[in-house]
């Protein structure tokens, strides 16, 4: 379905919440992104509420004083969806609630909305400092792609430098099904994991060895909930397959670059990868984002097109999304001498070789049944260039080229207190510029074995 654009998007709307309108807020009125949160009080319950400024709307508590009562079936059916503790209903009943719903609240939360509005949703803000995030939904299922040519290209060269990318890559969304017991909210130290290694130039007759691992890294990723899914057995069309995305989010997903080189084979990612998958809070909207859609990748001449079940014409033109991802490092030092985080990298979500269409009609092409609140990943997010790149694997070579802190500490990969900070934004010309927040997690020693 092609991006629409409505009064929503407009640059020149206003909020009646101030901080909304600052020219860095990542939570303008033109965003309006869904999350879970609680209030710092003892015995606060989970709400869902919508990001404003540096506020957040509490949906449940505006419905109860009639501000979601309209003459619109859709309205109502989606603000009854939001009375939970978690989005799943929300997302469950399909985008066009969803959609109805946003109109609604632009209308509450824009300067000229009626006195009567404005007074009613004023008594039902909270204050984001003076509340906590939760994951956004009850995630029953976690896929992670991977979607970036040129993250599997670089990861490739390290390990396979005759062959880094094999064959099936460009004609198939490659992924693999994660753990999501182990997803976390933003915030969430991290415990650096244990894991059998094997050193990369030891005997390999010797016997491996069981201890934290040296190589922790984070990966740059952009993740994608599911909303009304499919039965078992049924498939989703690609040119259908965007009326099934609720919204996106950021996401970590931490690896242990040692352990996961000595388990992978022969059937892939296992404890390397479950120990922690990180979530920012908030989770962007695909209307917000309607403003922000690029053609998909351009494939590089002689790569093979996608085959016809992989393939719309919409998706082609606008299957892409231009939205720049970041991530930086906070080491102890660096947090006690009060400077800021070294950005390490920056991406685009644009470079991406497949679309998120695409990623999940093909996972749902043998009849897998994706749910409401299903997380779908798209794997490092890199780009062609040194700085884009994604994670300490790629940045350091393996650890062969180490990054320099401005306190002159080193990094081949994570230590102890380091924090790692991923932040996303799109901005064009003629929209306001929206954010995704960030998405935060500290490292903690690992357990005593």
């Known amino acids: ?59 449940a508590g505006a419905q109860s004083d009639g501000l979601l009562a309209t003459d619109d079936e859709s309205v109502r059916l989606a603000a009854n969806a939001c009375a939970s503790d978690s989005l799943n209903p929300l997302m469950a009943i399909g985008a066009s609630p969803r959609r109805a719903l946003r109109r609604r609240l632009h209308a509450i939360l824009r300067q000229d909305a009626p006195a009567s509005d404005r007074q009613a949703a004023s008594r039902h803000l909270v204050a984001q400092a003076d509340a906590d995030m939760l994951l956004p939904a009850a995630v029953g299922d976690y896929t992670d792609f991977y979607a970036s040519i040129f993250h599997a290209t670089n990861v490739g060269k390290l390990f396979r430098p005759d062959n880094p990318l094999l064959p099936n890559y460009k004609y198939i969304p490659i992924g693999y099904h994660g753990r999501a017991s182990s997803l976390v909210p933003t915030g969430t130290p991290v415990r650096r994991p244990s894991g059998q290694t094997r050193d990369g130039g030891a005997d390999p007759n010797k016997d491996p060895k069981f201890g934290p691992t040296r190589a922790l890294d984070y990966e740059v990723e952009l993740g994608f909930f599911v909303g009304a899914g499919n039965s078992l057995g049924e498939t989703i069309p690609i040119g259908e397959a965007e009326e099934h995305i609720f919204g996106i989010c950021l996401v970590n997903d931490w690896s242990a670059r040692d352990i996961q080189a000595w388990e992978y084979q022969p059937l892939g990612p296992f404890l ?19 403003p922000f859609r690029a053609p998909a990748f351009a494939r590089g001449e002689g790569d093979p097109a996608p085959l016809p079940y992989l393939f719309a014409q919409s998706d082609r033109e606008q299957g892409g999304l231009d939205l720049w991802l970041e ?21 685009n979500f644009r470079d991406m070789y497949w679309t998120m269409a695409q990623m999940l009609t093909h996972h749902a092409s043998n009849g897998c049944n994706l ?53 996303g934004f799109c901005e064009r010309a003629g929209f306001r510029r929206i954010g995704l927040g960030s998405c935060r997690g500290a490292i903690l020693p690992a357990s005593a074995i």
């Open 327 to 347: 991530v930086s490092l906070l080491s102890v030092r660096m947090q006690e001498a009060g400077m800021a985080p070294a950005v390490f990298g920056r991406s």
């Open 1 to 59: 379905m092609k991006p629409v654009l409505d009064e929503t998007h407009d640059s020149k709307v206003q909020s009646w919440v101030e901080s909304a309108n600052l020219a860095g807020s990542d939570f303008p009125i033109q965003n309006l992104p869904f999350g879970v949160f609680r209030r710092c009080k003892a015995g606060a319950e989970a709400r869902v509420g919508v990001a404003i400024g540096d506020r957040i709307l509490d949906l």
């Open 272 to 290: 390397a990868k479950s120990f922690a998958t990180s979530l920012s809070p908030w989770v962007v909207t695909m209307e917000a984002l309607a």
């Open 371 to 423: 749910r409401a609140g299903d997380l779908l990943a798209s794997g490092t997010v890199s780009g062609a260039d040194k700085t884009a790149r994604g994670c300490l694997l790629e940045l350091t070579s393996r650890g062969k080229e180490p990054v320099t802190l401005p306190t002159g500490e080193q990094r081949k990969f994570l230590e102890d207190g380091d924090q790692v900070i991923l932040r």
